[in-house]
Each structure stands twice: as C-alpha cells, then as structure tokens.
C-alpha cells in the first residue's frame, strides 16, 4: 500500500469543506423545498394540479362525468381532461346521429316501396272497375251500358218469343217427334212392300 503523507494545509481545507457542507434537517428540509418548487413550476402537470379552475355543471352533464374537488376547488388538470372527453363524446354523439338518419333514411324507403306499391294496386283496380284515359273499357262501363239494354229488352220480349232454354227444348222435341214419324213411316213402308 502507498500511503501518503497528508499535509496540514490539506487536512484545515478539508476540515473547512466538511464544515461547509455541513448537512443538519433545515439544510435538508431547505433543499427539499427548492427541488420541490423547482418541479412544481417546471412540470405543467403538477402545475396544473395545483391551479384552481371552475368547471361548469353544463360540462359534467354533457360528458356525464363528475369532476373530484380537491378542498372545495376544482383544478386545471381536470379542466383539461374534460376538454378531451367533451371532443370524444361530441364525436361519439354524432356517430349515433348518422346511424340514426341512416336507419331513418333505410325505414323510410321500405315504407316509401311499400306505399307506392298499394297505391299502384289500387289504381289498377280502379281502372279496371272505373276506367281511366288509357283504357276506355271498364266493368261499370259496360255494366252501365248493359243494364238499360237488357231492361229494353225484357219490356219489348213478346209473349210468344222463346227463351234459349225453351229453343233447345223444343228442338229436341221435334227432333224426338221427327225421327218417330221418320221411322213409322219407314216401317209401314217395310210392310206394303213385304
């Protein structure tokens, strides 16, 4: 080992050093407080921690977020924070808005189709029934026009006119007579020559 003689001079230098930094709790609580008020106004967080700022109860309530007081006062930093969440839940309100004028926009148009297509059904049944300018012939039409020919008809039917029904009847009548007197005739014919 070396060991080295120290002089005197070094040993008061040093002794004068060690009395300097001296360190006892006011140096310490002194130093701790500088540091401390040296972050506090260096770092905006804690700065914002520390600044009072009112925070409206309109903001809470459209966030739905309750801010914590810190001995009646609210802070800067959650000022801040709710700045963030008012931007977030903007955007989030008018997502559901678009979706909801979408849904709105898809309902409509399924009620739209099936209205028109009612309302289409019914005018073609009303055009058949009624008539419309494209078809001139129409149930009612020809009923309207039917009716009083057909009443015309029974007033000026004379009694002795037949109906269908009696033509067809009477026709096989005949019919039925005719082949009779044919085939007497035919057999008394038979006879005289046999």
């Known amino acids: 080992m070396w ?3 120290t002089s005197s001079k070094q040993e008061k230098a040093g002794a004068k050093a060690a009395k300097f930094v001296k360190l006892d709790r006011l140096n310490v609580t002194c130093v701790l407080l500088a ?3 040296l972050a506090l106004l260096g770092c905006n967080t804690m700065m914002d921690h520390i600044s009072p ?3 409206s109860p309109l903001v809470t ?3 739905g977020y ?3 007081e810190f001995m009646g006062f609210t802070t800067l930093y959650h000022v801040r924070h709710l700045d963030l969440m008012l931007d977030i839940t903007h ?3 008018q997502l559901k808005f678009i979706r909801a004028i979408e849904d709105d926009n898809l309902k409509h148009e399924f009620a739209a189709a099936y209205n028109s297509a009612a309302k289409l059904e019914g005018q073609t049944f ?3 029934v009624v008539g419309s300018e494209g078809n ?3 149930i009612a039409g020809l009923l309207a026009t039917a009716a009083p020919g057909l009443m015309l008809g029974r007033a000026m039917k004379r009694k002795q006119d037949y109906s269908p029904e009696q033509v067809k009847k009477l026709t096989k009548d005949v019919e039925k007579r005719t082949r009779a007197k044919v085939l007497a005739e035919v057999s008394s014919t038979n006879e005289v020559t046999s």
């Open 3 to 5: 060991y080295t003689k």
């Open 35 to 37: 540091v401390m008020g």
């Open 53 to 55: 700022a009112p925070v």
């Open 61 to 63: 309530e459209y966030v």
């Open 66 to 68: 309750d801010v914590p």
């Open 91 to 93: 955007k989030m309100n």
């Open 126 to 128: 009303q055009d058949i």
């Open 136 to 138: 001139p012939f129409s």
